[in-house]
């Protein structure tokens, strides 16, 4: 999973689990394809992981969202970059309406979470609804309102220690 690279204000912190000082922490995560993609699937022509979207083998249909959570105390958002998968109907009326001016009108739509975040329960499947945003916003994802820690911290938010608690793992793993 990478670092989407947009940081936070503080610039830098002590790292609990090196106890080096790292730039950061960073207020973004995510990976650059769904769980569902390989190297294989990659190697075919006929799927497609372009940016924002992805297809496989003509039947699975994903786009690239952010769930995003406040953080507590802060003027800050912290941000997942998720994959969500849409029905063919839906994903067809994104791709078309991508670049037209009010595409944030469009009703959201039902989707999977399709992301393995570093949670515990697994993330992947979680039920979400994905909102589009003006020409050149990443979706916005909705998490269903449900006990998983993941939608949880959506509703509530997270402490600056939430946020350096993940840069952490996300360096260094576990």
């Given at each position: 999973m990478s670092n989407e690279g947009r940081m936070a204000?503080?610039?830098?912190?002590?790292?609990?689990?090196?106890?080096?000082?790292?730039?950061?922490?960073?207020?973004?995560?995510?990976?650059?394809?769904?769980?569902?993609w390989s190297a294989e699937l990659a190697a075919d022509p006929d799927n497609v992981l372009e940016g924002e979207i992805c297809v496989i083998r003509g039947q699975g249909f994903f786009v690239r969202g952010l769930i995003e959570i406040p953080v507590t105390g802060a003027d800050d958002t912290f941000?997942?970059?998720?994959?969500?998968?849409?029905?063919?109907?839906s994903f067809r009326d994104i791709v078309a309406a991508w670049d037209r001016p009010g595409r944030e009108s469009r009703?959201?739509?039902?989707?999977?979470?399709?992301t393995q975040l570093p949670y515990d329960p697994p993330t992947l499947n979680l039920k979400t609804r994905l909102h589009t945003r003006p020409v050149g916003e990443r979706p916005w994802v909705e998490l269903e309102p449900t006990d998983h820690p993941l939608a949880v911290e959506q509703r509530t938010g997270i402490t600056p220690a939430r946020v350096r608690e993940i840069a952490e793992r996300m360096r260094h793993g576990g």
């Open positions: 204000d503080e610039g830098s912190f002590t790292c609990g689990r090196c106890a080096e000082l790292h730039p950061g922490p960073p207020m973004s995560y995510g990976p650059p394809a769904p769980a569902y941000a997942w970059s998720v994959w969500v998968s849409q029905s063919e109907e009703a959201p739509s039902f989707g999977w979470l399709s």
